[in-house]
């Protein structure tokens, strides 16, 4: 086989492989957009469920999701980067800085329902807490904890030495080299990571149905230790009902309601490394 | 605590030697790998210094142990004493960041923060004291025009600070060097990445910033440090082989290793 052949065959590998992933996206979101859109309306958008989600609308829904993942974005977004800026400008040991990687990766890997189950057994059960919206924040924060990390972590890492140097040399002490130099060139990676993180958790139900929601007669919580109901979980209650044509067609549309939801956290991550990489090549 | 411990000691001591800076016995390693041996250097006040030597042979490495720049960088050891002012830098309760605001340094090529020109010159003496909006124009201005920049800049202080020329930019550097009132100014090859015009620039600035400040400057050039030096010091292969006044190195060197690394500087040229 000559190198010409080789390279066409490879380039038409790769160009095969890129095809069939779009073709899964579209297919994916093709079928979404074509049960769900007849669903969509203004009073859909605005109403609340009824008959156990099978009419009605998902207003609750939609905020009991956004509920859930500000706070869980609020709670991870600090820790994440002090957890970042200690093992860039603080952690020399090579050991201790693999050793905390290999945790965040291994936090990383567990899967989802193992969160929620810590949560009914840690939040719900020992704290007595009860099941709360506060306990399914706290529980997707640490879900998405690790994805907000690396991605500060490796904005803040990949600022040059010659700042830290040169600013170090103008007599500002370490914090304030973190605070003045690092925190703002690193921080649209925090952003990324935590609008990633966000558009993953989102979409979560096993971390959150048995702590967090519950599947119908919820509104808006008076306390941070209430239930609330989330898009997720209102489809897997939905998808139960799967005979009921009213049921299903809620299903969908709530699906697509997700899918926008996601499409918009990533699509913002996305803009703002666009963003900040046409900034940092200025 | 180590503030003021080092602050009365920088006034007093400093007012009564001639030597602002004195190296004594000064060792550096990483790992096994020694990279300046033995070191014995004073630098008289108000006057340039330049340190030439070949590359890798550890010039850069002695001036960023003068301000400890170089305990950021991980693996590193050092031996023996640096005194600033007559007092050890060395100690483990120096405060770096004080250490570092008497002692400024620019680097081979220029950092910008990516602020406007203003707020680059003000960048580090607005974190080691406040400063009223007047005050800053006033430092601004002044430390623009000792870098001779301000002429240029005045219309448009407020633009990004990368709109401006590697040669500018580097200037601005020096002027928010200028700008935290050091004692002495580290210039760790400065205008390496400069054109002729920009290098001229610089150094005809150094000349005149020598009566307030006390400059060390290394250079692989030696037709540049033959244009401004008062003092020369060879390094090669960390060790200090000669040191006294640039005139008597540059026309009849001592050692050998010194002959011959200005012989062949000059054949190259």
Redesign the interface.
């Known amino acids: 086989m000559n190198r010409k052949l080789k390279n066409n065959l490879f380039y038409t590998s790769v160009g095969v492989a890129v095809l069939v992933c779009a073709l899964i996206l579209f297919f994916l979101f093709g079928i979404i957009i074509w049960n769900g859109l007849p669903a969509i309306s203004l009073d859909f958008l605005t109403n609340s469920s009824s008959d156990f989600g099978a009419t009605g609308g998902i207003v609750y829904q939609i905020f009991g999701s956004i509920l859930l993942i500000v706070f869980a974005a609020l709670i991870c977004l600090p820790i994440a980067l002090g957890t970042a800026i200690y093992k860039s400008e603080y952690l020399k040991n090579e050991t201790a800085n693999k050793l905390i990687n290999t945790l965040i990766y291994s936090l990383n890997g567990i899967p989802s329902v193992i969160f929620g189950i810590f949560g009914l057994i840690f939040f719900v059960n020992l704290l007595n807490m009860g099941i709360s919206w506060f306990v399914g924040s706290i529980i997707l924060s640490m879900m998405i904890l690790p994805t907000v990390t690396l991605s500060t972590y490796q904005s803040i890492n990949s600022i040059p030495t010659v700042y830290r140097e040169s600013s170090s040399a103008l007599g500002l002490n370490k914090w304030q080299v973190i605070v003045q130099v690092l925190l703002p060139q690193g921080f649209s990676g925090a952003i990324t990571g935590l609008l990633i993180g966000v558009a993953r958790a989102i979409g979560e139900t096993a971390p959150i149905m048995f702590i967090a929601t519950a599947f119908s007669g919820v509104k808006l919580p008076s306390s941070f230790l209430e239930p609330v109901s989330t898009l997720p979980t209102h489809i897997l209650a939905l998808a139960q009902q799967a005979t009921n044509p009213a049921a299903l067609q809620n299903a969908w549309g709530s699906s697509l309601v997700l899918v926008i939801l996601v499409i918009i956290f990533s699509i913002s991550a996305l803009f703002i490394r666009l963003r900040h990489q046409t900034i940092s090549k200025r | 605590m180590a503030e003021k411990a080092l602050k009365p000691n920088l006034s007093v001591v400093g007012k009564t030697q001639n030597e602002i800076i004195e190296i004594k016995k000064f060792q550096v390693w990483i790992n096994e790998n020694h990279i300046l041996d033995n070191i014995e250097l004073k630098i008289p006040k108000n006057e340039i210094t330049c340190i030439i030597g070949p590359s890798g042979s550890g010039k850069s490495t002695l001036i960023r142990s003068i301000?400890r720049?170089n305990d950021?960088v991980?693996g590193i050891n050092t031996q023996g004493e640096i005194c600033f002012n007559g007092l050890s830098i060395n100690e483990k309760d120096v405060d770096v960041?004080?250490l570092?605001?008497k002692i400024?340094?620019v680097?081979q090529?220029p950092?910008i923060?990516?602020k406007s020109i203003k707020e680059n010159v003000l960048?580090?003496?607005q974190?080691?004291k406040k400063l009223s909006k007047l005050e800053k124009l006033q430092i601004a201005e002044e430390n623009l025009k000792a870098v001779s920049l301000w002429k240029e800049v005045a219309h448009r202080l407020n633009d990004?600070a990368?709109s401006l020329s590697i040669g500018q930019q580097q200037r601005l550097?020096i002027a928010?060097?200028l700008a935290?009132k050091p004692e002495v100014i580290l210039l760790d090859e400065p205008t390496s990445s400069l054109d002729p015009v920009s290098t001229r620039a610089i150094e005809d600035m150094m000349v005149k910033l020598k009566e307030e400040y006390t400059i060390i400057f290394v250079t692989h050039n030696i037709q540049q440090a033959k244009r401004i030096a008062d003092n020369l010091v060879f390094i090669c292969d960390g060790k200090l082989i000669e040191q006294g006044s640039a005139a008597k190195i540059l026309s009849c060197p001592t050692d050998p290793q010194t002959k011959a690394y200005l012989r062949d500087e000059y054949c190259d040229c």
């Open positions: 301000n720049i950021e991980s960041a004080q570092r605001s400024g340094m680097f090529k950092c923060f990516p960048f580090g003496i974190h080691l990004k990368i550097c928010r060097t935290i």
